[in-house]
């Protein structure tokens, strides 16, 4: 089990560097240019994992892909992370009526119809953005809309907290709500959260994914995992490009590894 | 009688085998289930399917030659400049039901298409003006039928009016065509077996349709589709897009036809509506034809038949194409790939390009954003060449791919969109595109329902569509649809990309197949289809 989580965390590590410093990298590739006369390559040493349909470099177009999945999912984890923490810590600390608004409120989020309301929310929004923008407007929607479950998790656990016997001793002493919160409550949600953290960020990456699959994730030119996938509709192109299956293999690993370290953050105390 | 039996006992074997082989099941596939079976309220393609195999017409277009034939009608005569059209029916018509159809099945046809009630869509393409349509039987095969004004392409209208009984109970109603309905499964299939009643035959005599039954299995998935083609569990695919129409070639090349381009183009047009709630510097340099043609002749036609259709589409001049044989304008080039010439033009309206970005009269950098479906990746392509192809002279273009709901609210309700990549689908007569070229017209895209035209030009163009949808002579409706597409092709409003092919993929055991490139493009002539078995 270490070794998985071993090798779980290396790779995501080093996507995440390779990521970061793709502009460096990447130094004579670009993941945009039309190469017309090069369109469907096959492996070779200019274009090392072969061109797509427009004739851009693959290889190029999976870096920035990942770079877009991974870090934007990482803003989207911390955004609802974020929202979890403030909304089932107040329900869970404060009770009664809060309490009961807040899980009537989680309720309806998980409840909602999410990739119907996505499609309709993106449909509304202007359509006069940059690709860059559209990437941050696409991780914001997902991360306001994927606090809820998180935000359940949090309320039960600070319930359970509040009463605990040295919270209740914390207010014997005469320590106020906010005290005790901030220096009681909160330290002991942390790793709550943390696991709420990398739980969400496989599931981000994959909606990004199933976004993406669906025209409507990231715009052209900036690539995405999701948008990558597009490639695997034509399955019948599968037996004469396999390479064009790499980013579906890339996303899978990074799902897996991060799936691998939620567990491992969940198992710890 | 011994030298007999064995004679006649080998006849009826080779008539057996005969009959075996041409009693066939073609099998292909609908989209979707039809949404009725009432040929006059047909919209759908699927019922527009069931409509073609099932429907009886007095006259009907030859998709091959594109010129209309006698079916139903043996002869007919227009006169009154288009506003009368004398039939005779052929002698000894049926329906299915082997009831007798005469001139009383078409006058009670005539009058149930016509009435306001019905909203009918095949009655609507008569209506010409205000009125009653008239019909007159002078004798049990003889029926002339009035319109109160004269009606363009009035032969061709017919082929869609389908001839009923007037005997018909709703729900049970005989047919006059190939095939009749026999069994629906909804969601799964649709049975349709030989009409024996069918009044062709074949040049040796014998009873048309060849084919016993066609069994149309319901399913959207084109994958599903191409890979029942490939098992050889359905006969044929139309509207092939390339990607699968190379996949095809490559395995069973005998199994692909591409009939050419087809008579629908993709178009990019901007959005010219005065209410749309789009900036005014932006509304200046979409109502600049200069603006416009730049943007034409920066954009690589020849690359995006290359690169996205493979080759198989050709660069677009107008709103003909080049396969509408008769009323397509010669003179018509499409605009040809130049950058310089683009910048040149843009020059000379006040735009300027510094450094990598192009600058309008007042310095405000160009930008804009194209809207197009979600779902389509031919059109995403074309949108991220077109991006890549303007960003050449400065332009940053911003692509959006939206679901068709939201996508049809924008472009015909709220108006919020800067320009739209869309395909439109023609029919070969001029009088199919009247909705988009008057300026009142609801798929008047840049501009549409305008209670008065905006400009010189499309006022020109309104009279020039309701000249050639009033003439009764082709040279004169020539003439005139001639100058419309002249016209447009000077002043832009739409710019026209490409005609993509019309590409099929048909099973070698399907005989006397001709594809052609008005739909039905595969079974349009499905009564002498047959199968090898």
């Given amino acids: 089990m270490t070794r998985v989580f071993t090798a779980a965390a290396w790779l995501v590590l080093l996507l995440t560097a390779l990521a970061c410093l793709a502009p460096a990298l990447l130094t004579r590739s670009s993941y945009n240019e039309q190469q017309r006369d090069f369109i469907n390559t096959a492996p070779c040493a200019r274009f090392p994992l072969?061109?797509?349909?427009?004739?851009?470099?693959?290889?190029?177009?999976?870096?920035?892909?990942?770079?877009?999945?991974?870090?934007?999912?990482?803003?989207?984890?911390?955004?609802?992370?974020?929202?979890?923490?403030?909304?089932?810590?107040?329900?869970?600390?404060?009770?009664?009526?809060?309490?009961?608004?807040?899980?009537?409120?989680?309720?309806?989020?998980?409840?909602?119809?999410?990739?119907?309301?996505l499609l309709t929310v993106r449909a509304l929004l202007p359509l006069d953005v940059s690709p860059g923008a559209s990437v941050a407007i696409t991780f914001l929607l997902l991360g306001l809309l994927g606090w809820a479950a998180p935000a359940r998790v949090v309320r039960s656990r600070v319930r359970s907290l509040a009463t605990s016997d040295f919270v209740l001793q914390a207010r014997?002493?005469?320590?106020?709500?906010?005290?005790?919160?901030?220096?009681?409550?909160?330290?002991?949600?942390?790793?709550?959260?943390?696991?709420?953290?990398?739980?969400?960020?496989?599931?981000?990456?994959?909606?990004?994914?199933?976004?993406?699959?669906?025209?409507?994730?990231?715009?052209?030119?900036?690539?995405?995992?999701?948008?990558?996938?597009?490639?695997?509709?034509?399955?019948?192109?599968?037996?004469?490009?396999?390479w064009v299956l790499v980013p579906a293999i890339l996303l899978t690993s990074v799902v897996t590894s991060l799936y691998a370290l939620a567990g491992r953050t969940e198992a710890q105390p | 009688m011994r030298r007999v039996l064995p004679a006649l006992l080998w006849q009826a074997a080779l008539m057996l085998g005969l009959s075996a082989q041409e009693a066939g099941e073609l099998r292909f596939c609908l989209r979707a289930d039809p949404k009725t079976f009432d040929p006059q309220i047909v919209e759908d393609e699927p019922s527009e399917t069931v409509r073609y195999l099932t429907g009886g017409v007095l006259i009907r277009l030859n998709r091959s030659t594109q010129k209309p034939e006698p079916e139903l009608a043996s002869s007919w005569h227009i006169s009154e400049n288009g506003r009368r059209i004398d039939f005779h029916l052929r002698p000894g018509l049926q329906f299915s039901d082997g009831s007798a159809l005469t001139a009383d099945d078409v006058a009670w046809t005539m009058k149930r298409v016509f009435d306001p009630a019905l909203h009918s869509p095949v009655g609507d393409a008569f209506r010409s003006g205000p009125g009653e349509v008239e019909t007159r039987i002078s004798a049990p095969d003889a029926i002339?039928?009035?319109?109160?004004?004269?009606?363009?392409?009035?032969?061709?209208?017919?082929?869609?009016?389908?001839?009923?009984?007037?005997?018909?109970?709703?729900?049970?109603?005989?047919?006059?065509?190939?095939?009749?309905?026999?069994?629906?499964?909804?969601?799964?299939?649709?049975?349709?077996?030989?009409?024996?009643?069918?009044?062709?035959?074949?040049?040796?005599?014998?009873?048309?349709?060849?084919?016993?039954?066609?069994?149309?299995?319901?399913?959207?998935?084109?994958?599903?589709?191409?890979?029942?083609?490939?098992?050889?569990?359905?006969?044929?695919?139309?509207?092939?897009?390339?990607?699968?129409?190379?996949?095809?070639?490559?395995?069973?090349?005998?199994?692909?036809?591409?009939?050419?381009?087809?008579?629908?183009w993709v178009q990019l047009w901007f959005n010219q509506v005065p209410s749309a709630p789009i900036a005014a510097n932006r509304k200046a340099w979409f109502t600049s034809t200069a603006f416009r043609r730049a943007i034409s002749w920066a954009i690589n036609r020849e690359d995006i038949c290359r690169v996205v259709y493979h080759g198989h589409a050709k660069p677009a001049a107008g709103p003909v194409s080049v396969s509408n044989r008769f009323w397509f304008n010669a003179a018509l080039k499409p605009d040809e790939h130049s950058p310089s010439r683009a910048l040149e033009l843009l020059a000379s309206d006040g735009f300027r390009k510094r450094g990598d970005t192009l600058f309008d009269r007042a310095g405000t950098p160009v930008e804009f954003s194209i809207v197009t479906n979600s779902g389509n990746r031919l059109h995403e392509r074309i949108l991220a060449m077109i991006q890549q192809d303007l960003a050449a002279i400065g332009i940053r273009v911003h692509t959006v791919t939206l679901d068709f709901p939201s996508l049809i609210e924008r472009i015909t309700r709220t108006y919020d969109y800067d320009a739209c990549l869309l395909p439109l689908m023609a029919g070969l007569d001029p009088s199919d595109q009247m909705n988009v070229w008057l300026s009142s017209g609801a798929e008047h895209q840049w501009n549409p329902r305008q209670t008065k035209p905006a400009t010189a030009w499309e006022a020109e163009v309104d009279?020039?569509?309701?000249?050639?949808?009033?003439?009764?002579?082709?040279?004169?409706?020539?003439?005139?649809?001639?100058?419309?597409?002249?016209?447009?092709?000077?002043?832009?409003?739409?710019?026209?990309?490409i005609n993509p092919d019309a590409m099929c993929a048909i099973s070698p055991k399907l005989r006397n197949a001709a594809p052609a490139l008005v739909w039905p493009q595969v079974f349009w002539n499905v009564e002498r289809l047959a199968l090898t078995p």
């Fill in chain 1, 50 to 117: 072969g061109t797509d349909d427009l004739g851009r470099d693959r290889l190029a177009r999976l870096v920035y892909g990942a770079r877009t999945s991974l870090l934007l999912a990482c803003a989207a984890a911390l955004l609802a992370t974020a929202v979890a923490a403030l909304a089932g810590g107040v329900a869970g600390w404060l009770g009664g009526g809060v309490e009961k608004a807040a899980l009537w409120g989680t309720d309806l989020f998980v409840s909602l119809p999410w990739l119907f309301l």
């Fill in chain 1, 172 to 242: 014997a002493c005469g320590l106020s709500g906010a005290r005790v919160f901030l220096r009681h409550i909160l330290p002991n949600v942390r790793p709550v959260l943390l696991a709420q953290f990398f739980v969400s960020l496989p599931l981000f990456v994959l909606s990004e994914a199933n976004l993406g699959v669906l025209g409507l994730g990231v715009s052209e030119p900036l690539p995405s995992l999701g948008s990558l996938l597009r490639e695997l509709q034509d399955y019948s192109a599968l037996s004469s490009r396999p």
């Fill in chain 2, 144 to 264: 002339t039928v009035r319109f109160p004004a004269p009606v363009s392409a009035l032969a061709l209208q017919f082929d869609q009016l389908v001839i009923q009984s007037h005997r018909a109970v709703q729900g049970q109603a005989p047919v006059a065509g190939p095939f009749v309905v026999a069994e629906y499964k909804p969601g799964n299939y649709l049975l349709l077996r030989r009409n024996t009643r069918y009044w062709r035959r074949a040049a040796d005599g014998r009873q048309l349709p060849y084919l016993g039954s066609i069994r149309l299995d319901i399913q959207q998935n084109r994958d599903v589709e191409s890979l029942w083609f490939r098992r050889g569990q359905i006969q044929f695919i139309g509207k092939l897009d390339p990607e699968l129409y190379e996949v095809l070639a490559r395995e069973s090349p005998a199994s692909v036809h591409d009939a050419g381009p087809s008579l629908d």
């Fill in chain 2, 463 to 497: 009279a020039l569509m309701r000249a050639q949808a009033s003439a009764s002579d082709d040279k004169t409706r020539k003439a005139a649809w001639d100058r419309v597409q002249q016209i447009v092709h000077e002043q832009v409003p739409f710019i026209f990309l």
